[in-house]
């Protein structure tokens, strides 16, 4: 099982930035998917998320201008963000719990490898 993040990139104060996370291999259920985001010498920090009952804007910081969206039958999530500050520039990565095969015991958690996103003032 592998989770591909990408979309980052050098952005203006303003801009926009869409973050794409695909989970790939055998894949028999997933529980919930969501973007953390580091920046240095800060903790990480959970920014959205998506479970069955729906998806969450987690970071104060980023209501109403971060959007999350999940496609299900492509076992992707996306990060829309939007009206991006200088203070959202960190690395964003991909977070799920999944489960590999029905004969799984538990779920089991995944993290991508990460995509910079870095805002210029």
């Known amino acids: 099982v592998q989770l591909q993040a990408s979309g980052g990139g050098l952005v203006q104060a303003g801009g926009s930035l869409r973050l794409s996370c695909a989970a790939s291999g055998t894949i028999f259920s997933i529980r919930n998917m969501g973007w953390y985001r580091q920046s240095p010498g800060r903790q990480r920090e959970l920014v959205t998320s998506c479970t069955s009952g729906g998806c969450t804007i987690n970071a104060d910081s980023v209501k109403g201008r971060f959007t999350i969206s999940r496609d299900n039958a492509k076992n992707k999530i996306y990060l829309q963000m939007n009206s991006l500050k200088p203070e959202d520039t960190a690395v964003y990565y991909c977070?799920?719990?999944?489960?590999?095969?029905?004969?799984?015991?538990?779920?089991?958690?995944?993290w991508g490898q990460g995509t910079q996103v870095t805002v210029s003032s």
């Open positions: 977070n799920a719990d999944l489960k590999a095969t029905s004969f799984s015991s538990s779920y089991r958690n995944y």
